[in-house]
């Protein structure tokens, strides 16, 4: 079963604009990653963000978590149609494996 | 993709027959996992190994079964494919405890008829 769950399913926005995907999950966990899938690739780390803390920048990547409401959001600033791919959050809970939601797709149209 | 094949890239075979899926990485990485990919189900554990002939099962192991007799190489293998086990099966390493970063191969289309 998965644990973590994207929300939206599927998002389209222009180029410029800002692009949020979110993820919820159910259990406690040691940390939370995103990935992102371009159509027909395998997936692409983007971005690790732990238990203890509240947020992380990696260019024009943002990655919030609230462990309180088991949530996480990942913020794309000014969007390029090169970011369209599926998103995925990955939670893990310290079995040395993680567990993939079934990811955000964004379409990014120039 | 990080030093990570997979092969074969694509493969259609039939119902009854057996299978076997190769992972091979060039990073030393301790943990390697392998992962299929369903429309609707997003990305779902198989199987993973933790070291040399150390393999665990992941979320969906059932029909599958796995070996990995050297550092480098990962083999998924199905012992008699059926039409349920058509996806796109992904191999991925790590180093560390496993839930650290993990790297992608670039996948295998199987198609079972």
């Known amino acids: 079963s998965q644990q973590g769950e994207e929300d939206p399913q599927a998002l389209s926005i222009q180029e410029g604009e800002n692009a949020t995907m979110n993820c919820s999950y159910k259990t406690s966990i040691n940390n939370l990653q995103w990935y992102r899938q371009n159509s027909g690739r395998g997936l692409v780390h983007l971005i690790l963000i732990r238990s203890n803390e509240r947020e992380k920048h990696s260019g024009r990547l943002r990655v919030t978590l609230d462990t309180s409401k088991k949530s996480s959001s990942l913020l794309i600033t000014a969007s390029r149609a090169a970011d369209t791919a599926s998103y995925f959050c990955?939670?893990?809970?310290?079995?040395?494996?993680?567990?993939f939601g079934k990811g955000t797709m964004l379409l990014v149209s120039p | 993709d990080a030093g990570i094949t997979q092969s074969p890239r694509h493969k259609v075979t039939e119902t009854g027959t057996p299978v076997t899926l190769r992972c091979h990485q060039t990073e030393n990485h301790r943990y390697m996992y392998w992962y299929r990919q369903d429309p609707g189900h997003g990305l779902r554990l198989i199987h993973y190994s933790y070291g040399v002939k150390d393999t665990d099962k992941g979320e969906v192991s059932d029909g599958y079964s796995v070996s990995r007799s050297k550092t480098e190489d990962f083999l998924l293998t199905l012992e008699s494919a059926t039409s349920s086990q058509t996806s796109v099966y992904f191999c991925a390493i790590s180093d560390g405890q496993g839930e650290e970063t993990q790297y992608f191969g670039p996948g295998t289309r199987l198609l079972v008829l």
């Open positions: 990955a939670t893990s809970s310290g079995y040395s494996t993680l567990t």
